[in-house]
């Protein structure tokens, strides 16, 4: 399985915790610990259905599970961030996808200042307002165009123009158009990808090359 916290890939064996039964019958949690060394976290589920240990090979017996919800790490339903975005970007783009629905002006707050991060560590833009700082990276031509489309969009599905504090005050909670908090992570996603996952894939497969060139003797690929 693939650990959520640190989203590396494990060889997952589950621990079963039982719990007391209520009036929908059996509950236990389903316990995994990390293998990852730079993590071993818990990984919890919460679930309700028939578990039955076997005494002779140690092992449980679980029948139909009734539902099942992680409990631990806290989760949302968007998918994880991807393990090459900048640590303080990833944590502010991960709260913003944890309070979506409890609270879509937070996540808003959250995932405008995560952008502005974003562009000031990756697409050279100098400090200021949002707004701008969107202009200038259309501007530079670095995006491609349905990426320049997307964060174009974050500035006309916020209303930005009538509202400017969420352009010069990021962090800012403000009331929040439909389908803005969600517009702000989808396009976050496609962000990361373009500014962090591609480059780095790309560097990965250019040092293996190269290893490879040198073990055969060859120069190394510019
Ligand atoms: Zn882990």
């Known amino acids: 399985m693939k650990c959520p916290h640190c989203l590396v890939e494990f060889h997952a ?5 039982p719990l007391d039964n209520d009036a929908d019958g059996p509950w236990y949690i389903e316990r995994y610990l990390c293998a990852n060394p730079g993590c071993l976290k818990n990984i ?17 017996d679980l029948g139909n599970v009734a539902s099942s919800r ?3 790490p806290k989760s949302s339903s968007r998918p994880p961030v991807p393990i090459e975005v900048t640590d303080y970007i990833a944590q502010d783009y991960l709260e913003a996808c944890l309070v979506m629905n409890d609270s879509p002006k937070a996540s808003a707050a959250l995932s405008r200042r995560c952008l502005q991060n974003l562009l000031l560590d990756q697409a050279g833009v100098s400090k ?5 700082q969107i202009q200038t990276v259309i501007d530079s031509g670095k995006l491609p165009s349905h990426l320049a489309e997307d964060i174009d969009a974050i500035r006309n599905i916020g209303n930005f ?3 400017p504090n969420k352009s010069i005050s990021t962090g800012e909670i403000l009331e929040v158009e439909p389908h803005e908090a969600e517009w702000n992570l989808e396009v976050l996603e496609a962000l990361f990808d373009f500014f962090y996952v591609v480059p780095e894939r790309a560097r990965a497969r250019k040092a293996a090359l190269n290893a490879k060139l040198s073990d055969s003797g060859k120069p190394p690929m510019k």
């Not at 200021?128 to 701008?132: A, F, M, R």
């Open 13 to 17: 064996t589950a621990i079963i915790k």
């Open 161 to 163: 123009a009538a509202h």
């Open 70 to 72: 992680l409990i631990y």
């Open 128 to 132: 200021g307002d949002l707004s701008k």
């Open 44 to 60: 919890l589920y919460l679930k309700n259905g028939s578990h039955r240990y076997i005494h002779g090979n140690g092992t449980w």
